[in-house]
């Protein structure tokens, strides 16, 4: 299972790859830069350019992006809106589910704090995956987060579609729990 994690934004824009099979591995991530300079169409082509040439290498089954929020700007609300459309037009293009989940529900699968800041996030993720913090741009952490997200609400779906229904049984069923190495006592 492909997962691609994405952190929208104008200026930059975080992606990651991660692979789940059997085991869960960071297979890509970094950002996109433009320059604020730039005209934001341009912007919007470059993003998507340099997506579309991710995709189409690692064709993900599912895309998991942060959910635009409302803070005082309107402006900036209407610009990430366009670079987030980016996301959404490329899942459908290479038929991957979408996921969209807020900062904090990002935040709180991660951190267990929906309040976590950028560098406790990035410490949290530079150890999951045995790497220097500062070897991760920030913007490429939040990426990864919002992949390890959709990561987990799919583990999560996944196990409580296998619950047995019969009285006086497991509630789990066991042969899931076997794919995914977890360990297990009746």
Do not use: Q
Not at 10 to 24: A, E, M, Q, R
Not at 120 to 131: P, T, W
């Amino acid at each position: 299972m492909i997962i691609i994690g994405l952190d929208p934004g104008s200026i930059h824009f975080g992606y990651s790859v991660l692979n789940y099979d059997k085991t869960l591995e960071l297979l890509d991530f970094g950002v996109i830069n433009s320059k604020s300079t730039t005209d934001l169409s341009k912007r919007i082509y470059t993003i998507y350019s340099s997506l579309d040439e991710i995709f189409s290498k690692y064709k993900p089954d599912i895309v998991s992006i942060e959910e635009a929020f409302y803070h005082k700007n309107v402006r900036s609300l209407m610009i990430l809106s366009h670079v987030r459309a980016i996301g959404l037009l490329l899942s459908e293009k290479y038929n991957a589910v979408l996921k969209e989940y807020s900062a904090r529900k990002i935040k709180l699968s991660i951190a267990s704090n929906g309040n976590a800041d950028k560098s406790v996030m990035r410490k949290i993720i530079a150890g999951n995956f045995s790497m220097a913090e500062e070897n991760i741009p920030l913007d490429a952490s939040d990426a990864i987060a919002a992949g390890l997200c959709a990561y987990y609400d799919s583990m999560n779906n996944f196990l409580y579609s296998s619950v047995k229904k019969k009285k006086n049984k497991s509630k789990w069923d066991l042969d899931a729990l076997k794919t995914l190495n977890i360990k297990y006592s009746l």
